[in-house]
């Protein structure tokens, strides 16, 4: 089975940084790759698809990019509402999750 | 409205069994496959099952394989989760979702959850 390691599991940040979260397949996954941005006690929302692709009405602060085994997910100026835990997803006939990433206002 | 809205959560002893429901609107839902996907309290998403959007293909996780079944309803816009044979390691909260593009297991629209405790 192919898994999904994020890095780093916590991060901490301030208000207008640029921040980038790691994503890593365990074999190649080409670009079957997805972001998505939970808040707590929320459901997922979807951010990216297909690694680069941004979702209708996502923000285009975020961006996602990568191809085989290494992804990142960034953000280039954060917002307050951006606080959140952020996973990646791999899906091409199976479905995997990452571990999460928490991102921490500094 | 597009929306999916679950049901059905509760507690639930070991070994007993409880059946989730997933009401869907505001989309065209036999055009879909749907998904549950699950997340223990404090823990990450953990994907559980897939069916296609005319019931006829179904694959599980390995960890509830033989013991969960997937099924919908397309004339009543309904997605079930029958869960068997209940493990503690079981409790979380229960989401649908919706595949963002026939055959893409990636999802658009989530319903807001459905809490399950497996606990003696």
């Known amino acids: 089975d192919i898994q999904m390691t994020q890095s780093p599991s916590t991060l901490s940040a301030s208000v207008g940084d640029r921040v980038t979260i790691t994503c890593r397949a365990s074999?190649?996954?080409?670009?079957?790759l997805a972001w998505y941005q939970q808040k707590s006690g929320k459901a997922p929302k979807l951010l990216i698809y297909?690694?680069?692709s941004l979702e209708s009405g996502v923000p285009s602060r975020f961006s996602g990019s990568g191809s085989g085994t290494e992804f990142t997910l960034t953000i280039s100026s954060l917002q307050p509402d951006d606080f959140a835990t952020y996973y990646c997803?791999?899906?091409?006939?199976?479905?995997?999750f990452g571990q999460g990433t928490k991102l921490e206002i500094k | 409205q597009v929306q999916l809205v679950e049901s059905g959560g509760g507690v639930v002893q070991p070994g007993g069994s409880l059946r989730l429901s997933c009401a869907a609107s505001?989309?065209?839902?036999?055009?879909?496959?749907m998904h549950w996907v699950r997340q223990a309290p404090g823990k990450g998403l953990e994907w559980v099952a897939v069916?296609?959007?005319?019931?006829?293909?179904?694959v599980y996780a390995d960890s509830v394989k033989g013991r969960f079944t997937i099924s919908r309803d397309n004339s009543h816009n309904t997605l079930s989760l029958q869960m068997n044979s209940l493990r503690v390691e079981d409790t979380a909260v229960y989401y649908c979702?919706?595949?963002?593009?026939?055959?893409?297991?990636?999802?658009?629209?989530w319903g807001r959850g459905t809490l399950v405790t497996v606990s003696s």
């Open positions: 979702a919706k595949e963002a593009n026939w055959g893409s297991w990636y999802h658009d629209l």
């Open positions: 505001g989309f065209t839902f036999s055009s879909y496959g």
């Open positions: 069916i296609a959007n005319d019931g006829n293909a179904k």
């Open positions: 074999q190649s996954i080409s670009n079957w």
């Open positions: 297909k690694a680069s």
């Open positions: 997803q791999y899906y091409n006939h199976y479905s995997t």
